[in-house]
DNA sequence: AGCTGACGGAACGGAACGTCTCGTCGACCC
DNA sequence: GGGTCGACGAGACGTTCCGTTCCGTCAGCT
């Protein structure tokens, strides 16, 4: 005679929990987050109701369980590390753009992103499991590029990583316009100038020609 | 014997419109976004659920024109211009902060862009009619800097306005990290190495000892 | 004076919600 | 191997809110 209220995670069914947790990310893809429904996803996983409420607190939990199982999250977050720190940021903004730009990322993201809003518990799980796994990285391969003399010592890399990513969920999330990888090109040329070291009068990196204003870069932006 | 369906603005009762309005700001504050419902604006405002349905198609478009009407939108969004580009933009970038950190603010935006993640139509109005005259605005102001040298000459600058408002977003939205006037004030301080000239050796402005890194600005960071 | 159409109010069917109650079934304990 | 326990699938339940539809009233126009 407990609080009788604690279900017991040992006797768990996993066989039900990922039948739920695929049935949700199949019917985000499908109908919508907004469209989608506690019911929806139990008659999908052949599942009670009350299993669904029985583990998780909202739809949004669901969710973004769904999301991190699916994506893989835990896996390796960790930059490439090829000494040259342009073309590694280079590298993980295009590869986030592309993240971002794939409907079976975007569309859960952004209903993540908009659940967060409105239930900060989901936001801290959202934001810890997903995403600061992917700031922490780039934090720590700037500390790299910092020692290396990459980036100047002053720099707080915190506000350098949101220089970085700011951006591009800025144009991402408000549409502001259309979010390309040459976009990612210009705001990692554009962040590096105002992280490089103070510049000894044009010691900014070797200075390869062309190096610094790559090819189609610039029309990363136009409203 | 037309179509039967379109209402008639010039008969439309501007007692209640603005009744409407004004309930639904009151209960946004009062019960967040997600518990407003539109039969409580309707009964706060003496007003017929169909009152409310016949002129917005959603709740959403309601808590836009809402807030749209109580932040007095349309007003004068022109930065201030006195010839000193960083003070101007850290001007602007701590009211953007002061903004965001009142709940009066805060809440209805953050429900309009969580809203806005689901329903591209509202997303635009809220973008065009909140969003845009602030972005254009700052862009206005760097076309000045620009032109008076104090900002390099081939800089995309939409890019560069995201540059700025991307990382207050950013924190904002992910709450990654406390956002405050030092974050505003280091982004500015960053965002303008990006964007000043090319630096013919150490002529980045004049170069007032102090002036670069402002006092307390530095700590913005650390999540 | 007669129409027209927006109004406040209320009732409606439908969709999901979250809770609750069944009977079943598998895992553990004596 | 019989008994206990608790998660399970199924689904009924009351509730809330949706968006629509009807009603009688009322103000402005012709």
Same mark, same amino acid.
């Given at each position: ?7 017991d ?36 996983? @052949?599942?009670?109701?009350?299993t669904?409420?029985r583990w998780?607190?909202s ?14 999250? @835990? ?9 040259d720190?342009e ?15 794939e409907?079976?990322f ?8 908009a659940?967060?809003?409105m ?9 810890d499991?997903?995403l ?24 707080d890399l915190?506000?350098?990583v ?12 408000l ?27 044009g ?21």
């Amino acid at each position: 005679m407990r609080d009788a209220k604690t279900p017991d995670p040992a006797r768990r069914n996993e066989r039900s929990r990922e039948a739920i947790l695929n049935a949700a990310v199949e019917l985000v893809g499908e109908v919508g987050y907004a469209r989608l429904t506690v019911e929806a996803i139990a008659a999908r996983a @052949g599942v009670g109701k009350q299993t669904i409420y029985r583990w998780w607190s909202s739809k949004g939990a669901v969710v973004l369980d769904a999301f991190i199982a699916w994506s893989g999250a @835990g896996g390796d977050t960790s930059l490439p590390d090829t000494g040259d720190i342009e073309k590694d940021l280079r590298a993980v903004l295009r590869a986030t753009v592309a993240e971002l730009r794939e409907p079976r990322f975007d569309l859960p993201s952004r209903a993540l992103t908009a659940e967060s809003q409105m239930d900060p518990e989901l936001a801290k799980q959202f934001v810890d499991a997903v995403l600061r796994p992917h700031l922490e990285a780039t934090k720590e391969r700037l500390r790299g590029a910092q020692k290396a003399g990459q980036v100047a010592k002053g720099i707080d890399l915190d506000v350098a990583v949101e220089l970085l990513f700011g951006p591009l969920y800025h144009r991402w999330l408000l549409r502001t316009a259309p979010l390309t990888e040459a976009y990612a090109d210009t705001v990692v040329d554009y962040a590096l100038r105002a992280l490089g070291p103070s510049e000894p009068a044009g010691a900014r990196t070797p200075n390869a020609p062309g190096k610094r204003a790559p090819k189609g870069a610039r029309k990363g932006g136009a409203a």
